[in-house]
């Protein structure tokens, strides 16, 4: 093994989960050289799903969600300052602070931001709020300590229904207004949609679906409502935005780099493409941020908003990064993620949104204890549970081997129902939330002009 590969100057930005457990991995794989840690929030790393339910429910202060060291990474952290730029020729990374920082391998894990209110007055009322860092959990929950009157979610996803679940928890009136036709279809489509949203009625949400937010109203810098797509107004004084995630690549713009909207571009070892399509050796992209092709997803390329996800790729690439080519392995993880809300325990594995049908494999609807398995062109891709998760793991197996859809009944207790249904998969574009899971295809983010040089 090469020496050069275990020494040097490895700079990471992105101090979250992705970052953190890379740098653990680089010192465990036998890195020795420099070390540094980069990321835009003072905090040191810190755990994201409590904060959306144990930081809500008051069981957890939000400065407690720090996540556990594994070990002492020897690295520099520089906190609380913002990457601005990364010069690929001069294999530097820009800081907005001016500071530049050299590298001979990049790792970048800068994960997503919340996505905000499109108007910039309404959204800096009193009461308004998004949810994604810890300071925006730790005021929400202030917030809700003070017993508003009503809180207004909008977008059902999966933040915006772990948000609705604890609310109506701690005894609040909660609306939830949402464009889609039912909760969590973006994540797990519309068959599941109709059962989530039968949950979040049972529990007392006002649930509005086919509606959007027309307005955010408020007196006097404080939120008083809003104004609904179908004429209606609601009255609110705390309104949680919640559409969706917005990547942070932004500050990629001018780096050469496959960077957009949808992430940044890499191949399965996690190395990152360049504008043209080339694979770098010395830029890595792990976690949230990450866009990779996946070969039980017929190779498109997956962004996935998983903290399993973001765990097993920062350890990929990290692997990689200190390791020759033939030593180099590839990120070929099953994704799986989890949510609590409404009294349900929600996993899932695979990408329940490639699939083209979903049938109930055990359990019913009516008991809320169940098993959905999706399928797609006659192969199993996903499966999700509700309340029964110890068969997750058959099904992990199934979607290893790409089964056939839909499954074999020998062996396993028969469901209520065999029959599949389309899983109705909607259109991102006709949801308030965005996917948690997104097949991005193969499509550029920017259109290239081509010259033919002559010679």
């Known amino acids: 093994m090469s020496d050069d590969l275990k020494n040097g100057r490895i700079v990471i930005v992105g101090a979250s989960l992705a970052g953190l457990r890379a740098a653990e991995t680089l010192r465990d794989e036998g890195f020795t050289g420099e070390l540094t840690v980069v990321g835009e929030e003072r905090l040191p790393p810190y755990d994201r799903p409590p904060l959306s339910k144990q930081v809500l429910l008051g069981r957890v202060r939000a400065e407690e969600t720090a996540l556990p060291r594994r070990r002492d990474v020897g690295a520099r952290w520089k ?37 905000p209110w499109p108007k910039a ?58 464009r889609g036709p039912a909760p969590l279809v973006g994540a797990l489509g519309g068959a599941f949609g109709a059962l989530a949203a039968k949950v979040q009625l049972a529990h007392g949400v006002d649930l509005r679906c086919g509606v959007t937010v027309s307005a955010l109203t408020g007196h006097a810098g404080r939120l008083t409502g809003a104004e609904l797509s179908d004429g209606t107004r609601i009255e609110a004084d705390v309104a949680v935005v919640a559409l969706g995630a917005v990547r942070n690549t932004e500050w990629l713009a001018d780096s050469g780099l496959a960077a957009g ?23 890595f992209v792990a976690g949230d941020v990450a866009r ?53 325990n929600i996993k ?31 192969r ?36 209520a129902s065999r029959i599949p249904v389309p899983s109705d998969v909607p259109d991102p574009k006709v949801l308030s939330h965005g996917p948690t899971v997104a097949l991005t295809g193969h499509l550029p983010d920017r259109r290239l002009t081509l010259r033919r040089w002559g010679g």
């Not at 098993?371 to 062109?377: D, E």
């Open 292 to 344: 990779f092709p996946h070969p039980l997803f017929e190779y498109q390329l997956l962004s996935l908003e998983h903290w399993g996800n973001a765990v097993a790729q920062a350890e990929v690439a990290a692997h990689n990064m200190v390791s020759p080519g033939p030593q180099r392995r590839p990120h070929l993880s099953v994704p799986s993620f989890w949510s609590s809300q409404f009294g349900l």
């Open 79 to 115: 906190l609380g300052v913002r990457a601005t730029g990364v010069d690929g020729d001069g294999k530097q990374v820009l800081l907005a602070n001016g500071e530049q920082l050299p590298y001979d391998r990049l790792l970048i894990a800068t994960g997503t931001r919340a996505r």
């Open 348 to 378: 899932s594995v695979g990408v329940p949104t490639f699939s083209d049908h979903v049938v109930l494999a055990q359990g019913s609807v009516e008991e809320r204890r169940l098993v959905a398995v999706y399928g797609y062109r006659g």
């Open 121 to 178: 007055e309404q959204a800096a009322l009193d009461g308004v709020f998004t949810l994604r860092t810890a300071e925006d959990a730790a005021g929400l929950a202030e917030r809700l300590d003070a017993g508003p009157k009503r809180v207004l979610v909008i977008g059902a996803g999966f933040t915006g229904s772990e948000i609705a679940s604890a609310c109506r928890e701690r005894g609040l009136a909660v609306t939830v207004a949402e």
């Open 380 to 415: 199993i891709t996903a499966a999700v549970s509700v309340n029964r998760a110890k068969w997750l793991e058959h099904y992990q197996r199934l979607i290893e081997a790409a089964a056939p859809f839909p499954p074999d009944w020998d062996g396993v207790e028969p469901p």
């Open 261 to 283: 909207p949808r992430g940044v571009a890499c191949d399965a070892g996690c190395r990152a493409f360049n504008m043209y399509g080339i694979v770098t050796d010395d830029v």
